[in-house]
């Protein structure tokens, strides 16, 4: 699929708008309404550990995926409970993740130190590789895909179970995309 196609096709653009209107404050559920309903019914029967978080942006894809050269694979964007009120919920690093949501980041990583002390798990895994080759290769060329877009504490998959027609894949409307925006990363060879 041609990127064009690909950015015409992001579901993730309604709810970014919505989020925009609202001066970058989060909304009462910051989900896909395709998702919704599986997202509901998988997490009635969750421990608070895997339940999925709507309360904030999901983080599907994170900096330039579709100019970097690497793409990490990842299950599902982790649940800090610290990280709550001063990263999820601030509406500088929400206007963050809506550029990730909205393919116009161009960086995977920052150099900002308030966004760093609030949420450093990333910087702290690229460290070798920043110190190897520099700051600036290791943001503008590494991006992350996650399989779920929606926050956990733990990652568990949505079984099947949970999905209204069982002949339909056990995937999330969201999760499709993403399958979509991988086979273009693998067309590409990254």
């Known amino acids: 699929m041609k990127i064009s196609e690909l950015k015409e096709k992001n579901p993730w653009k309604e709810l970014s708008k919505k989020i925009e209107t609202n001066n970058f404050n989060l909304i009462e559920t910051n989900s896909l309404i395709s998702d919704n309903p599986i997202i509901e019914f998988f997490n009635q029967n969750q421990t608070d550990t895997y339940k999925l978080k709507t309360s904030m942006l999901p983080a599907h894809f994170t900096g330039n995926i579709l100019d970097s050269k690497i793409v990490l694979l990842a299950s599902n964007p982790g649940y800090v409970e610290k990280e709550v009120e001063n990263f999820y919920c601030n509406p500088k690093f ?55 877009p929606y926050h956990s504490s733990k ?16 995937y999330l409307p969201s999760q499709n995309y993403g399958f979509e925006l991988l086979r273009s990363c693998i067309d590409q060879e990254k």
């Open 155 to 170: 990652f568990r998959v949505i079984a099947k179970k949970y999905f209204e027609d069982p002949n339909l894949s056990n």
């Open 94 to 148: 929400i206007k963050e993740r809506i550029a990730d949501l909205s393919f116009s980041k161009k960086r995977f990583i920052s150099n900002d130190t308030e966004r760093i002390a609030e949420s450093p798990y990333w910087n702290q895994k690229l460290r070798w590789l920043i110190d190897e080759v520099g700051f600036e290769e290791v943001s503008k060329n590494i991006s992350l895909l996650q399989f779920n």
